[in-house]
């Protein structure tokens, strides 16, 4: 990021979860916290008031979840990332939560570098899904059939691409792990954000996941044939 400061608003509802953020956002140089509350109505007037770039947000909270402030987020100051930060790992909750546009869903208990770096990728538009709940959104039951991959007409090699988009990789890493030319990436890349009728790559992955076309085991991909 060079020397860009990331400004970073949280919410929980417990006082000790985010006087423990608050310590592990101090201590790096690239992080400025801009506040920290307990309900979405304080994070919105945070949002509204100051530069925010990435909000860490608790999903279950007592006045509104964190599922319909993402939404509210997302409606009113687009440019911010929303980390899902949370204690659960329940299929509907992750599906709704990706749905309502955050960028990442991570759990509590995830090694301090790791959010670190989840932060970091957010702040650059990348996806970030913690393993557990990579496993519970791509059970053998949830896997794409041939006909769901055929309705958005991709080819093998786009949806190689796109397995590693939503492992938050670059078009330059792509271009390496795959072996092809930056251009190719590129070009591929567009194709599926057109096949896929969205935008942006974060969109890209949303799709992908919430329309189950991705079947990852670990942090491989395959097209179920």
Known sequence: MGEDKIHIALVDDHKVVRKGLEV???IHDDFVLVGEVSTAEELYQICADKQVDIVLMDLIMPDVDGVEATRV???NHPHI???ALTSYVDEDLIRRALGAGVISYVLKNTDVNELANTIRLAYAGQS???PEA???LFQPENNPSKAQIQDYNLTAREFEI???VISGASNRQIAKVLDISLSTVKFHVSTILNKLSVSSRTEAATVAIQNGLVDLDGSNGYLKS
Do not use: A, G, P
Request: proline share 0%.
């Open 128 to 130: 970030t899904l913690s």
């Open 134 to 136: 990579r496993k519970v």
């Open 81 to 83: 990332q929303v980390v």
């Open 73 to 75: 987020l997302q409606e």
């Open 162 to 164: 796109l397995v590693e």
């Open 24 to 26: 592990f956002l101090e």
